[in-house]
């Protein structure tokens, strides 16, 4: 993929549309995906923590959380070309796994990750929506001069085959609704464009850093000089 020129706020200035398209169609399936997961493995390790087997089914939902996140930052950057900085508090080495624990539950990145991923499912579910919708019908309007001999009675009709308020039944009639398509086409181009771009900054502000975390992630990054700490 060829990078995108950064805008002067830190942003792609100008998005990748066959990356914005196939990033877009994936929310929901992962957003699907991600949600029924953590809310089952929360479900069950609430329910089951007083009598202790709950805990290791919520561990497993913390480390899922996490790594379901930095996938979602990888599939930005390979698809949109936008990078997400890790914002995860280094773990202390040497320190027993007790003390590594609290330093993920204490991490708020770790329940920002969650929040992120219980809202990529009903944003993925909008999102694929309007981008299946919009795509279809420009590409249908722009397809029209060609396919509309293969249809029924060799013609289309709207808005249905027995509602007959619009007959197309030549090229000459059909070339009006494909330049509407053309039209449709630009838009849905732009519409894509944006709702990448909004979702990615979205995306950024509860999967990246936030400016009180980049000061405590430079504090440890100056001890770990001399303490030797390894990052999560």
């Not at 998005?15 to 990033?23: R, W």
């Not at 539950?105 to 919708?133: H, N, Q």
């Not at 990246?208 to 000061?215: E, L, W």
Request: glycine fraction near 6%; hydrophobic fraction near 55%; include cysteine.
């Amino acid at each position: 993929m060829i990078p995108v020129q950064a805008a002067a706020d830190g942003h792609r200035s100008r998005t990748p549309i066959g990356g914005s398209v196939l990033y877009l169609l994936m929310n929901l399936p992962l957003g699907i995906a991600s949600f029924v997961l953590l809310v089952t493995l929360l479900s069950v390790g609430v329910g089951t923590a007083v009598v202790w087997v709950g805990v290791p089914i919520l561990a497993l939902a913390l480390l899922l959380a996490r790594g379901f996140a930095k996938v979602e930052r990888a599939r930005i950057y390979s698809l949109v070309d936008e990078l997400i900085p890790l914002p995860y508090l280094p773990l202390p080495k040497g320190a027993g796994q007790r003390s590594r624990w609290m330093t993920r539950l204490r991490d708020v990145s770790t329940w920002r990750d969650m929040v992120y991923l219980f809202l990529l499912f009903p944003l993925g579910v909008a999102e694929f929506c309007l981008v299946v919708s919009f795509w279809a019908t420009s590409l249908a309007l722009v397809g029209l001069p060609i396919y509309f001999r293969y249809l029924p009675e060799h013609a289309y009709y709207f808005p249905a085959f027995d509602v007959r308020w619009i007959t197309v039944d030549s090229t000459l009639a059909a070339l009006p609704w494909a330049a509407l398509g053309v039209f449709f086409v630009a838009v849905s181009v732009a519409l894509t464009r944006g709702l990448a771009r909004t979702h990615v900054r979205f995306a950024a502000s509860l999967l990246g850093p936030t400016a009180a975390q980049r000061a405590r992630l430079a504090y440890y990054a100056e001890r770990s000089e001399t303490t030797n700490m390894v990052t999560a």
